[in-house]
Nanobody
Framework: QLQLVESGGGLFQAGGSLSLSCAAS??????MRWYRRAPGNQRELVAT??????KYADSVKGRFTISRDDAKSTVTLQMNSLKPEDTAVYYC??????????WGQGTQVTVSS
């Protein structure tokens, strides 16, 4: 059983920056993703990292950067130029080599204008 622990959420001002981290307790991870869900909205895939490939939602391109440290089994989402519409609960998502999927507990990010 793999467990994910997220950190880094909180209250931030528009234009500011923050970094979300997700630490996985196990290994054999193929893909790591960040999703978010804003109040009243559907869950949105924000960023994906698989080996050396990174993908981003159009809404965050150029502002967010996803990275991973395989030695520590962590994934980080660096969020710059924050906007009020970035306000959401952010979830870490992991796919393992055994095709198992795990979710973090979610961390609230609130961006004030």
């Amino acid at each position: 059983q793999l467990q994910l622990v997220e950190s880094g959420g909180g209250l931030f001002q528009a234009g500011g920056s923050l970094s979300l981290s997700c630490a996985a307790s196990g290994s054999s991870i193929i893909t790591m993703r960040w999703y978010r869900r804003a109040p009243g909205n559907q869950r949105e895939l924000v960023a994906t990292i698989t080996s050396g490939t990174k993908k981003y939602a159009d809404s965050v391109k150029g502002r967010f950067t996803i990275s991973r440290d395989d030695a520590k089994s962590t994934v980080t989402l660096q969020m710059n130029s924050l906007k009020p519409e970035d306000t959401a609960v952010y979830y870490c998502h992991v796919l393992t080599r055994r095709a198992l999927v795990y979710w973090g507990q979610g961390t609230q990010v609130t961006v004030s204008s």
